[in-house]
C-alpha cells in the first residue's frame, strides 16, 4: 500500500533547533538604534525580552537545544505529519512528487506555536508574569494565548480594532485559553488613548497595537513583549518543521528538488528551508521559493537597505527588503501576509541568491487554493494558499518539460477561521491589484538614512 502520511514517533522529534547563522556565507546586518543609528547591544532589549533569547537573536551557534519542557509541550502535536499529495497529483496529471508539511495540526491551527511555546518557556522562566503582544487577524494572539495557558503566564493582546469586530473567533479562542484581549486603539495605554482622542473611531492597525504592547512591556517590570514572526530567535524555533521533514524524507527514501512557503516575516519559509538550505550551502542542488502576494510584494519589488519594524518607527533599523514602514495593504487585499518587510535572515539569503521570490495576484491564489481543498481536503489558511499556487505552477512545468521533480511546501496552517475571505472570493468580491512602484518610490524616499 502506497503511504500517504510519513509520520514520525515523539522520541524523533527534533532536540536542538538549527541555527542558519553557522553557514551562511554572510550574516546579516546588525540592527540599529532608532535614534543613535549605532548597534543595538543587550541592554536596549533588556527591557521587554528575556536574556535567553537575546543570546539566541545574535547567537551564531549551529545547534540550540530545545529545552525539556518545551519538548514536552511540543509533543502535543509534534512531529507533524508528512502529507504525500497523491490527489492533487493525479489532478493535475503531473509527473512531480509533491509532498506537504502539515502546521495546521496544532492546537491555534498554525505553524506559529512552534515559536510561541518556546517565548513563553523563557520568560517564565526569568521571572516574568506576563506577555503583551499584537495580533492582527489573531493568529500570532491565539497562538501566544494557548502558550500562556500551557506555561502558565499571563497573556494580554492588542487586536487590531475592525479584525475585534469583525473577525470574533479567534479572539474567542484566545479569551478560551485565558488571555486578556483588548481592542487596538485602546484606553489601557498611552499611545491608544492619545489616538482615541485625537479620532475615537480610529479602525486600527498592526503599527498602533504593536506600539500598545510594547508600552504595555516597557512600564512593567514584569512584564515582557513577544514576536511572531522576523526576529532571528523566531525563525531558529520554526526549523523544528524543516529537521522533522528532513528525516521524513529520509523515511522514504526521497529529497526535494524544490521547497516552496508563503511568506509574510519569513518564519514559516524558515522553519521548512534552512535545515535544506544547508545542504545547499554545501552545494546540494536545491531550489527555495518564498510566495507573497502581489499587492504587499517584499522581495519582489521592495528595496535592501535600512528600515523600522513597526509603523511608528519605535523598534531598531533592521537590514531587509522593504516597502517602507508606513506600507498600507490595499481594503481589498483578504490573503494576509501583510507584513511591509521580511526577517533581515530570509532578506540576506535571498539577496546571496540562495533564495528566489515570487508573487501572485489573489485570486489565482485562491483559486489554486480551492483546487487544494477538492483534492486533498484541507482547507488551506489564504497565506499558505500563495505557496500552494507557486506549487501548482511548478507542478504543472514538471508536466510540460516530462520532469519527475520532488516539490516539498509548507501547509503553514488551516483555512477555517479564515472562511470570510473564501466567501468574498465566491462571491466574486475579490479583484486583483498589483502594488504600484511609485508608491513604494514614495514610500522610500522617507526613510531615515543610516
Ligand atoms: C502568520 C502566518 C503566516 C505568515 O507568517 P510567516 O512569518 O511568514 O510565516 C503564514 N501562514 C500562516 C498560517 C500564518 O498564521
Not at 531558529?236 to 529529497?255: C, N, W
Not at 554545501?282 to 519589488?301: F, M, W, Y
Not at 530570509?346 to 483559486?367: K, M, S
Amino acid at each position: 500500500m502506497r503511504e500517504t502520511k510519513i509520520i514520525l514517533s515523539e522520541k524523533e522529534i527534533p532536540k536542538k533547533w538549527y541555527n542558519i547563522m553557522a553557514d551562511m556565507p554572510n550574516l546579516p546586518r546588525p540592527p540599529l538604534h532608532p535614534q543613535t543609528k549605532q548597534p543595538v547591544g543587550p541592554d536596549d532589549l533588556k527591557a521587554i525580552f528575556p536574556m535567553s533569547l537575546i543570546e539566541q537573536e545574535v547567537s551564531q551557534e549551529r545547534w540550540i537545544e530545545i529545552p525539556e519542557e518545551v519538548l514536552r509541550i511540543y509533543s502535543l502535536w509534534r512531529p507533524s505529519p508528512l502529507h504525500r499529495a497523491y490527489r492533487l497529483e493525479e489532478a493535475l496529471k503531473t509527473p512531480a512528487k509533491i509532498y506537504y508539511k502539515y502546521e495546521g495540526v496544532s492546537p491555534a491551527g498554525s505553524h506559529k506555536p512552534n515559536t510561541a511555546v518556546a517565548q513563553a518557556y523563557y520568560n517564565k522562566k526569568e521571572g516574568i508574569k506576563r506577555i503583551a503582544t499584537e495580533t492582527g487577524a489573531g493568529q500570532w494572539g491565539s497562538a501566544m494565548a494557548l502558550a500562556g495557558s500551557l506555561f502558565g503566564i499571563d497573556v494580554t493582546v492588542y487586536m487590531v480594532k475592525v479584525s475585534y469586530n469583525q473577525k470574533p473567533y479567534r479572539r474567542i479562542a484566545m479569551e478560551t485559553w485565558g488571555a486578556k484581549v483588548y481592542a487596538s486603539p485602546s484606553e489601557v495605554t498611552e499611545a491608544g488613548r492619545r489616538i482615541l482622542k485625537e479620532e475615537p473611531d480610529n479602525p486600527g492597525s498592526l503599527g498602533i497595537a504593536i506600539s500598545e504592547a510594547v508600552e504595555d512591556a516597557a512600564t512593567h517590570s514584569d512584564t515582557n513583549y513577544s514576536l511572531g514572526s522576523v526576529l532571528n530567535h523566531v525563525l531558529l524555533h520554526q526549523t523544528v518543521i524543516g529537521l522533522e521533514a528532513k528525516r521524513q524524507f529520509e523515511v522514504v527514501g526521497d529529497y526535494p528538488d524544490i521547497i516552496i512557503g508563503c511568506c509574510g516575516g519569513g518564519s514559516n519559509l524558515a522553519g521548512v528551508s534552512f535545515p535544506f538550505l544547508q545542504d545547499k550551502i554545501n552545494g546540494k542542488d536545491l531550489r527555495v521559493i518564498a510566495v507573497e502576494p502581489q499587492s504587499c510584494p517584499t522581495l519582489t519589488k521592495g528595496e535592501f537597505r535600512y528600515d523600522f519594524g513597526d509603523t511608528a518607527g519605535l523598534t531598531p533599523l533592521l537590514m531587509m527588503y522593504t516597502l517602507g514602514h508606513d506600507f498600507i495593504p490595499p481594503g481589498i487585499h483578504a490573503g494576509g501576509l501583510r507584513y511591509h518587510a521580511d526577517a533581515p535572515l530570509v532578506c540576506q539569503l535571498y539577496h546571496d541568491g540562495l533564495i528566489e521570490a515570487r508573487a501572485y495576484p489573489q485570486t489565482a491564489v485562491f483559486e489554486a487554493a480551492i483546487q487544494f481543498a477538492k483534492a486533498e481536503g484541507i482547507i488551506p489558511a489564504p497565506e499558505t494558499a500563495h505557496a500552494i499556487k507557486a506549487v501548482i505552477d511548478e507542478a504543472n512545468l514538471c508536466k510540460e518539460e516530462g520532469k519527475e521533480k520532488t516539490i516539498l511546501f509548507n501547509l503553514s496552517g488551516h483555512g477555517i477561521l479564515d472562511l470570510q475571505a473564501y466567501a468574498d472570493y465566491l462571491d466574486g468580491k475579490l479583484e486583483d491589484y498589483e502594488y504600484p512602484e511609485e508608491k513604494i518610490k514614495e514610500a522610500l524616499a522617507k526613510l531615515p538614512e543610516v
